[in-house]
């Protein structure tokens, strides 16, 4: 049980992109994300103050996931609060510029702003070459240490942060037992 609260969040990268000095309708933004190509996954209401929508992108090479969270004062509760987009970085390289792609399309479309959690630094789309280069040495300081905590297993599949665990847990038995 220890383990897996050790090693959470070490799967994916992913991203919160908040609206800049303006407020962003939620069916403004998931209409942008259905016409993309994401499907709706649940809709999860965690309590009355925190209510999120789940999203998918599966083009059969990789898995986006994004889920867009709203206001939890109920004047403004059409409106987003933020966006999380995120992905298993074990997936093809392809993944990666998907992700780029999709955070670019809601900075751009909505005017609104990716903030690095490690850094706190903000990006827009007038600096969103240095949020790509910022992100794509995390993506690969991740990639290295899953490599290294499953033993060099570079296997590169489609799949989702539900399953990730799963699937590499199963496939490499003896690092739980190496664990306990």
């Known amino acids: 049980m220890e383990l897996k609260v050790v090693l959470m969040g ?22 942008d994300l259905i016409s993309y190509g994401f499907v709706q996954d649940d809709i999860a209401v965690l309590s009355s103050e925190k209510r999120s929508s789940t999203f998918e992108f599966d083009n059969d090479q990789y898995i986006l996931e994004a889920q867009v969270w709203v206001s939890n004062n109920n004047n403004y509760a059409n409106y987003v609060k ?9 997936q093809p390289p392809q993944v990666r510029d998907g992700f780029f792609e999709v955070v670019f399309m809601l900075c751009s479309r909505h005017n609104m702003i990716v903030k690095d959690a490690y850094s ?10 240095d949020f790509r280069q910022s992100a794509l040495s995390k993506i690969q300081m991740l990639r290295d240490w899953w490599l290294c905590f499953f033993d ?26 190496r664990q306990e």
Do not use: Q
Not at 120 to 129: A, H, K, S, W
């Open 120 to 129: 706190n630094d903000y990006y827009n789309t007038e600096n969103f070459e």
């Open 152 to 177: 060099g297993d570079a296997e590169e599949l489609r799949i989702s942060t539900k399953s990730v665990w799963r699937y590499f847990f199963a496939k490499h038995p003896d690092l739980v037992k």
């Open 10 to 31: 070490m799967e994916d990268f992913g991203v919160h992109i908040y609206p800049k000095n303006s407020f962003v309708l939620k069916s403004d933004l998931v209409g």
């Open 82 to 90: 933020d966006v999380s987009v995120r992905f298993v970085h074990c």
